[in-house]
């Protein structure tokens, strides 16, 4: 069964314009740059679930079909799908899992720039993912 994408891919269509809006407004406004920047973390947030949970799925039913739910860490999820070429590297995708957690439970200065970097390269890496699929989508 095909994977439904569109939705990860307008995900990081999102994000991809919360980025480039942050980086055009940012001399504008220090309240303005902070609202843009909390609109990239929260765009990363959901397109790093979106991008997790599209991996365990084509895994489950291209690798793992007699397991309905197969139960994998995260970071076993990410080796697996390097393994298969889902991903280019899983060192990068383990970075964003930290990042997605500190951003998702704590409020911290630091942490929020953590998260913005994240969000900046894990595009790459989610168009990366999304090429994958695409063409093994069948």
Request: charged content about 30%.
């Amino acid at each position: 069964m095909a994977l439904e994408l569109d939705t990860l891919n307008k995900a990081l269509d999102t994000l991809k314009v919360a980025l480039r809006l942050h980086e055009e407004k940012k001399g504008e406004s220090e309240e303005l740059a902070l609202a843009l920047r909390d609109s990239v973390i929260q765009r990363f947030e959901y397109t790093y679930n979106l991008s997790w949970i599209l991996m365990q799925r084509w895994i489950a039913e291209n690798v793992n079909p007699e397991s309905a739910d197969p139960v994998y860490t995260r970071k076993e999820l990410f080796r697996i799908a390097a393994r298969l070429g889902l991903i280019a590297d899983p060192l990068h995708w383990f970075s964003y899992h930290k990042a997605r957690n500190i951003s998702a439970h704590t409020y911290k200065e630091t942490n929020a720039e953590e998260a913005f970097k994240a969000a900046v390269a894990m595009v790459e890496d989610v168009d990366y993912l999304l090429a994958a699929l695409a063409k093994r989508n069948d």
